[in-house]
């Protein structure tokens, strides 16, 4: 299972490709409401997620994903579970994945030292941010934009079910050059 953290404020494009695209995989998804069970996007899209803050478990967690936009960015790193989340996921070797200025949040915990990442110009944290669209290092997964939502989708499917199944994913949905 994957949590995608939902916060108001995030952008919509970021969230709402990945999760077409881990289910089109056969990953179970599961959106989380930070701080409210219907978080409102950047612009305006509402999303009833699956679950709230209260209802998080461990139990089965493959990886946990952020999406960028702001104020969600900002909104997911305030939020404790979020960062007891992230704490967890690290610990643990799951994958963890964050697009846009959400990579700010991982670098601000460390996360991102030593390791080649990408996000959204002006939101580098640690030394080794690259401007490409996706990046997969080890188990942190990270995008630059909502442009690159896709090429973050396929590369999180990488972390999590192997370069097969998001080159079958891509071609399904007639989208190879990206990745």
Same mark, same amino acid.
């Given at each position: 299972? $994957?949590?995608? @953290? !939902?916060?108001?404020?995030?952008?919509?494009?970021?969230? &709402?490709?990945p999760i077409d695209m881990l289910l089109r995989?056969?990953?179970?998804?599961?959106?989380?409401?930070?701080g409210t069970?219907?978080?409102c996007g950047a612009h305006g899209i509402a999303v009833q997620a699956d679950i709230t803050e209260d209802a998080v478990t461990t139990d089965g967690l493959q990886g946990v994903v952020l999406p960028g936009?702001?104020?969600?960015?900002?909104?997911?790193?305030?939020?404790?579970? $979020?960062?007891? @989340? !992230?704490d967890y996921a690290a610990e643990n070797g799951?994958? &963890?994945?964050?697009?846009?200025?959400?990579?700010?949040v991982l670098g601000h915990k460390g996360l991102?030292?030593?390791r080649r990442y990408t996000c959204y110009p002006g939101f580098e944290t640690a030394a080794g941010a690259c401007g490409?669209?996706?990046?997969?290092?080890?188990?942190?997964?990270?995008?630059?934009?909502?442009?690159?939502?896709?090429?973050?989708?396929?590369?999180?499917?990488?972390?999590?079910?192997g370069s097969e199944k998001a080159a079958a994913v891509q071609s399904a949905m007639q989208c190879?050059?990206?990745v």
């Open positions: 299972m $994957v949590y995608v @953290l !939902l916060a108001n404020g995030f952008e919509e494009t970021e969230a &709402i490709a995989a056969g990953v179970e998804v599961v959106t989380v409401g930070i069970p219907m978080p936009g702001m104020p969600g960015t900002t909104n997911l790193e305030a939020s404790e579970t $979020v960062q007891k @989340l !992230l799951l994958v &963890i994945g964050a697009i846009c200025a959400a990579p700010s991102l030292d030593g490409e669209p996706a990046v997969r290092d080890g188990h942190i997964v990270t995008g630059k934009g909502a442009g690159t939502a896709l090429a973050f989708g396929a590369k999180l499917i990488e972390a999590l079910c190879t050059e990206i």
